[in-house]
């Protein structure tokens, strides 16, 4: 493609290495970009709040799509700009189809300040009687409460996360869409035992295009980068999509462009010194 217009990019196993580490070589490369006036959009499932700590590192103030879409964020700002949250109708239709399509599952939601005032900067709410694990230890900035499961569902969510101990994402995946199919998105993003269901029709590629229309870009003109399912529609609706070395074997089928190298070796930041230096 030409000079890409905007740049967007997935966080963990894509912009970020091992362990969550930053790079200074990926820094530069973002640095790069930013200095050609060009816009770096984070396109994450983080919520905002774990990802200010990388957006901070790296000098970035506009939006960010997080929530896998559903929650369009001004990093400057530090504030919601737009959401498209599951209704509490919705999460119980969907939590009850579940239960019987996977027995024992368990429920998570992350709720946005606006759903949830009394934490301002969001929350990963949990059942109390079967709390889903998240490594919210290692996330700076996080909010982790637990609740009975009509509590958790009773609020509009921009995230339901299920989970269901020894059973792969992937598996998930298969149960949810054989019982929710159109009625939610539904992906992973990671390789755990945990899916992630949005509101019908959301997802990385939705915000990622509000984003791109509210700056004036085309489509055409936008490069992207991902490893995971979560990244599939924002890899296919961009311009010039490109799978890391290391992503999932559905993400290098569709994508535009391959990078020759993982994210452990600043597989992005060699793609992006194509045009910026």
Known sequence: MREPLLVASDLDGTLLGPLAHLSEGTRSAVAAVTAAGVPF?????????????????????GYAVTANGALIHHLGERRAVRSWPLDPVLLADAASALTKAI????????????????????????????????????LPGGSLAHAPRAEVLGRPAVKLLVQRAGVPSAELCLAAEAVLAGAVDITYSGAGAMIELSAPGISKATGLRW???????????????????????????????VAMANAHPDLRALADEVSTATNAEDGMAQVLARWFR
Do not use: Y
């Open 211 to 241: 984003v791109a229309e509210r700056l004036g870009v085309n489509q055409a003109d936008v490069l992207a980068f991902g490893d995971m399912p979560n990244d599939l529609d924002m890899i296919k609706w961009a311009g010039h999509g």
């Open 103 to 138: 027995p024992g599952c368990s429920f998570a939601v992350e709720l946005s300040p606006e759903h949830a005032p009394e934490f301002p900067d969001g929350v990963f709410l949990t059942e109390l009687e079967h709390p889903i694990g998240w490594p919210e230890p290692l």
């Open 41 to 61: 959009v984070l396109a994450t499932a983080r919520p905002p709040r774990w990802t200010h700590p990388i957006s901070d590192r790296l000098g970035l103030d």
